[in-house]
């Protein structure tokens, strides 16, 4: 998560010049010189003092100077936490319409990390020189970071835009995991290149049906092509141009060994329950899994963390999946500030975890929005010890 940079480091003070001793050569003319002169010898400056002062003046100008200086590196760094079940600027962090809600006593945090080094926020000399020295704090040349020729508009942008995926994602995997069903339309973005599809289905067709049987959510999409191995023949039904067509797909493999149509679905959802979620100030997709953990809370009436602070990160998909995330190191270390004693991080990025959780910090390998909810819910009862953490089997398999 890219979060807005922290405010600037204020410039160190201007070194004090040592006082030297004055120095008296002759007293000040008088009308009167037997009188005693209230003034006092005159006082006298060394070279060698005003040469220390003039030097340790320029070097303060120049530490000046190099401290406001931009730096050719990227930082990362602890950044705030928000409680999805509390408030933000006096309002709700998560609102629900049309449905019962219930109030909750522990707290769900979402994690964020704090960078400058990205355009129109470069960092600062003093800046990379702390992140060396701090343990939570991560720098890295600019370049591996942020694209040369990216501009903060389109990161903003980018941002923005996978923050507003990733909260209708949340959305649709809460209420499903909470057994509502989320009717869906599943029009066609695009083909991948070199499976059957390509040259069968367009972009704005609208899958309405698989073998036929009609679709009405992602989620049996899914769950039917799970049961199809890769190389089989399935007959999608589209809306084309007004009409029906029913197109033959040979199934081809996707990453995880089993069966793709070679289809991009760009589905529009039909939300049975109205979630709002005010959260202006927070880029980016990493906050899934705890957007859905507190519409879940939410929605029941169990109070699942039942006064524990549990931090945690993981994007989400529409199937309740959760996927890795960057500056979980940053993350942790932010989390254990703000007063989580718990932390929920995906498997997938305990490759990172291990060897790095800060002491007073319990971590929980989750895969799944089921795994979260289960787990916020032994945290709350008080029977978490057997949950599951990132261990070095993990980060072999990983």
């Keep these: 998560m890219v979060d807005q940079p922290p405010a ?25 010189p037997d009188e005693p002169d209230d003034l006092g010898p005159a006082p006298r400056t060394s070279p060698r003092a005003l040469t220390l002062s003039i030097g340790m003046l320029l070097t303060a100008v ?15 760094s ?11 600027g006096g309002a709700p962090l998560i609102t629900i319409n049309g449905a019962e809600t219930f109030d909750s006593s522990g707290e769900l945090r979402l994690v964020t990390v704090s960078s400058t080094g990205g355009p129109g926020y470069p960092s600062s000399v003093s800046g990379v020189l702390r992140g060396w020295f701090d343990a939570s704090t991560v720098v890295q040349p600019v370049e591996t970071v942020y694209p040369p020729e990216a501009s903060q508009e389109q990161i903003n942008e980018e941002n923005t835009a996978a923050m507003v995926s990733s909260q209708e994602n949340a959305t649709v995997a809460a209420l499903t995991e909470l057994g509502y069903e989320v009717p869906a339309t599943l029009a066609v973005a695009g083909t991948v290149e070199g499976t059957d599809a390509a040259d069968k289905l367009v972009e704005g067709d609208v899958i309405s049906a698989m073998d036929g049987t009609a679709l009405t959510t992602y989620t049996q999409l899914i769950e039917m092509l799970g049961a199809v191995s890769p190389g089989d023949t399935v007959t999608l039904t589209v ?3 007004g009409e029906d067509v029913d197109v033959p797909i040979v ?5 995880d060994g089993g069966a793709q149509i070679g289809v991009y679905i760009d589905p529009t959802f039909d939300l049975p329950v109205d979630v709002t979620i005010k959260i202006d100030d927070i880029g980016g997709s990493s906050a899934g899994t705890m957007f859905a953990l507190g519409i879940i809370d939410k929605l029941t009436p169990e109070d699942e963390a039942d006064g524990a602070v549990i931090a945690g990160t993981g994007t989400m998909d529409v199937t309740g999946e959760v996927g890795p995330i960057g500056g979980i190191r940053q993350k942790m270390a932010g989390a254990l500030r703000d007063g989580a004693s718990w932390f929920l991080a995906p498997v997938s990025n305990c490759d990172e975890v291990v060897g790095h959780v800060p002491d007073g910090l319990r971590v929980v390998k989750i895969e799944t929005l089921h795994d979260a909810r289960e787990a916020i819910t032994a945290i709350g009862a008080g029977t ?13 398999a990983g």
Excluded: I
């Design 384 to 396: 978490a010890d057997d949950l599951p953490t990132c261990t070095a089997q993990d980060v072999a």
């Design 78 to 88: 602890p950044g705030p936490t928000r409680d999805v079940l509390g408030d933000v």
């Design 62 to 76: 120049l530490l000046t100077v190099l401290v406001a200086l931009p730096a050719p590196y990227a930082v990362s």
């Design 239 to 241: 809306q084309r141009d």
């Design 251 to 255: 199934t081809g493999t996707n990453a």
């Design 8 to 32: 600037a480091a204020a410039l160190p003070d201007e070194p004090a010049v040592p006082d030297e001793p004055l120095v008296s050569d002759e007293p000040l003319a008088s009308d009167e």
